[in-house]
Structure formats: C-alpha cells, structure tokens
C-alpha cells in the first residue's frame, strides 16, 4: 500500500459529462501530480500541486483543472467529456519541493475512466 | 526533446535469464535522481530503484540493478534471474532538481518472461 488513495476507482460516464477524480496523498507528502495514461501508452504529466500552489502543467487540457486543498487532497475535474479521455488517471505524492530527489513518486491505484 | 528515452516497446525473456531494459536521459542539470517503476497488468505503479547522479556506485535492490554510465546518459535496468511475475511495463523516470520535483517519465517498455 502505497498510502495514495484515489477515489473513485473506476468511472463510467457519457460524453459531454463532467467528472471529479480524487486524490489523498502520503501523510506528510506535499507535492500531488496527475498523470493521464491512455491504452497501452505512457504517463503523461498533467499538472503538479505543492501545499495547494500550481507548480507545473504538462498537457493538460482546457476541459481539465485541477486544485489541492488545505488538507492537501486535491481533485482533478474533467468536463465536456470525449471518447478520447478513457483512460487511467493517476495520482501521485512525493517530499518536499525541490529538495529530496531521492524520493520516489508514490502512486495510488489509479482510476480508470471510461466515457462512452 | 524527450527527457527519458525508452527504446524498447517490448522485450521477451526466458525464465530464470538476465534482461537489460534501456533508458537513456536528456538533462543538463548535475543534479538528478533516476527511477524505474513497474507496472503489472492490474495497473498500479510499483517503484524499484533509485539512482543519484552524484551516486559513485550502481544501485542494487535484490534482482535488480541499475547499470549507471553517467557520460552516456543511460541507466539500463537489470533485472537478474527473471520470473514469471516479471512480466509487466517498465517505467524509467528522472528528476531534476532545477524543475522542482517533476518526474518525467519515458514511454515504457513491456517485458514478458517467458516459461
């Protein structure tokens, strides 16, 4: 268990809906970045949050936002859903910013998001 | 240009064989970490090692190891003795320490080990 809870698992919508995918990171980890990972593809960086600032954005569409709250969960909103958004989304936390490199990523489970 | 190159979409070895995935990294930061995460057909990300640049040593965690030639920009994992549970995605990742704390990572390779 790597102490990152994401919620829901899996999400089955329709297109042109809006979801919310949510994440709690590693007690004491401030940094929560969001990967999109796509059938049989890489993980592509979406955005970073660090104790509630946007740190970095990636690729991240226009139809998505992201926000990290003061208990540190953050959510990430997808809206005007298309086909192409069916992927595995995953959230993971890490240490401090800009200091411990030696840190790994810690991942939760995923949530996997169909739109049909 | 790509941060982490992953060469090798898919990779097959016999049981109980070593196999070398290759990674190779695009930085001009001395300062840098290097990950390689697996990801089994459930899904979730599992990390594996870990390797500093200013690490004077390859790093070794059990059956893996990370073959570090630093001049190169490579950081091959080495996975010794393969197993069946072996067969999942392969992630390499970096960090830089000048873009804070982001991972980038490369396309994977998929490894299947085979009886």
């Known amino acids: 268990d790597s102490g990152v809870t994401q919620t829901p698992k899996h999400l089955i919508t329709a297109t042109g809906q809006r979801v919310t995918l949510r994440c709690s990171p590693r007690s004491g980890d401030l940094s929560v970045y969001w990967y999109q990972q796509s059938l049989d593809q890489g993980l592509q960086f979406l955005i970073q949050y660090y104790n509630g600032e946007e740190r970095a954005k990636g690729n991240i569409l226009e139809r998505f936002s992201a926000q990290q709250f003061p208990d540190l969960h953050s959510e990430l909103n997808l809206s005007s859903l298309e086909l192409g958004d069916s992927a595995l989304y995953f959230c993971?936390?890490?240490?401090?910013?800009?200091?411990?490199?030696?840190?790994?990523?810690?991942f939760g489970q995923g949530t996997r998001l169909t739109v049909v | 240009a790509q941060k982490i190159t992953q060469t090798q979409p898919g990779m097959f070895v016999q049981e109980k064989e070593a196999v070398t995935l290759d990674c190779t990294y695009d930085?001009?930061?001395?300062?840098?970490?290097l990950f390689w995460y697996k990801q089994p057909s459930s899904g979730e990300m599992i990390f594996l090692i870990y390797?500093?640049?200013?690490?004077?040593q390859n790093a070794t965690e059990g059956r893996y190891s990370l073959n570090f030639q630093k001049a190169r920009k490579s950081a091959n994992l080495v996975i010794s003795a393969s197993q069946l549970g072996d067969s999942a995605m392969y992630f390499c990742a970096m960090r830089e320490r000048n873009t804070g704390n982001q991972f980038y990572f490369g396309t994977g390779t998929s490894l299947t080990v085979i009886p």
């Open positions: 993971a936390s890490s240490d401090n910013y800009g200091t411990a490199l030696n840190t790994e990523a810690f």
């Open positions: 390797q500093g640049s200013y690490d004077q």
């Open positions: 930085t001009s930061d001395p300062s840098y970490g």
